[in-house]
């Protein structure tokens, strides 16, 4: 039996060398993914500048702020990749500031929406944007318990006093 156990922990340890040699050795044959988990925060920042939408996706979603505020001063970041942003209930508060900044992006209806409708938003800037929206998105505002009180309560007051004018 233990010849049997001695020929199974052997072929065992067969397929780790093959499968070493599978792996991809040079960077070229890299995924995008596995790219980027190689790298430091300052290798990040300056990839950032320099990525394709895949890239600039994947560093969005990492955990340095450093690396995330690089990819939203990148030129090559589009409108569709900050609505990403500004929806999503993970970033901090401190990268939905920065997107509220710039005015080029407030520009976008969809921004604005997805600020305003995220928790995370600073209440000041939120109530801020609330005025600019449709009548419709603050009703879903009003009733949406995922977004602060005082932007519920914000929105249902300011849908209902529009109501009552175009009735």
Do not use: C
Request: a positive charge; hydrophobic letters at 40%; aromatic letters at 4%.
């Amino acid at each position: 039996m233990d010849a049997e156990h001695a020929r199974q922990d052997a072929d065992a340890e067969q397929p780790e060398p093959a499968s070493e040699k599978a792996a991809p050795k040079d960077e070229s044959e890299l995924t995008v993914f596995q790219l980027i988990q190689r790298m430091n925060v300052a290798q990040k920042v300056r990839f950032a500048f320099r990525a394709d939408k895949e890239g600039r996706t994947l560093l969005l979603k990492d955990t340095s702020k450093l690396v995330v505020l690089a990819v939203l001063n990148s030129p090559k970041i589009t409108e569709q990749e900050i609505e990403m942003v500004a929806k999503s209930r993970s970033m901090s508060e401190e990268i939905l500031r920065v997107i509220a900044r710039k005015r080029e992006w407030l520009g976008n209806y969809v921004i604005k929406l997805g600020l305003v409708g995220n928790p995370k938003t600073p209440i000041g800037i939120a109530l801020t944007h609330l005025p600019s929206l449709k009548t419709r998105d603050l009703a879903f505002l009003g009733k949406d318990r995922g977004v602060p009180e005082a932007i519920r309560l914000a929105a249902q007051r300011l849908a209902r006093q529009r109501q009552e004018k175009g009735v």
